[in-house]
């Protein structure tokens, strides 16, 4: 448990990696601004609620409490239509981006998408595979 004005170690809040068939699905936080928004997000909360633990809820709702799933993907949603202005917005939507971005614009394997996306069967990850309709012309158009 962390006290207000604690040094935070961001180690201690990583939530635990739930096992799929005895495989573990930990991904490394790259992003250093993310990492640096949830470490000051952390920092606000210990200084308003005094101390945190490993399984206290990261977001809460305006009560305090846990958001509850069907909430937290409509806010979800609602920022991702208002704030970043995508009309037809889900909080799926970002899953499905990563997998399609993974593939097509960063020209990786289905496996890493599949590893990302933490899924068993490489044939769930090719449901969210969906190729750009310039890449589909352009693959006719090379055939001749």
């Known amino acids: ?17 739930k096992k799929h068939k005895g495989k573990s699905r930990d991904l490394p936080l790259v992003d250093v601004e993310l990492r640096k928004a949830l470490e000051e997000y952390l920092t606000f909360r210990l200084e308003k609620e ?3 633990s490993p399984s206290s809820p990261l977001f809460i709702t305006q009560k305090g409490g846990p958001y509850s799933p069907n909430t ?6 609602l920022m991702l239509r208002y704030w970043a202005g995508i009309e ?13 971005d993974v593939i097509h ?27 750009p309709e310039e890449e589909i012309g352009d693959a006719l158009r090379k055939l001749g």
């Open 72 to 77: 937290l993907q409509e806010h979800m949603a």
């Open 105 to 131: 614009k960063q020209k990786r394997s289905v496996k890493v998408a599949q590893k990302i996306a933490g899924h068993v069967n490489p044939s769930t990850t090719l449901i969210y595979e969906e190729p």
């Open 88 to 100: 037809k917005a889900s909080s799926h939507s970002g899953r499905r981006t990563v997998i399609t």
């Open 50 to 52: 005094h101390s945190l």
């Open 1 to 17: 448990m962390a006290k207000a004005g604690a040094e935070i170690d961001p180690k201690e809040f990583y939530p635990d990696v």
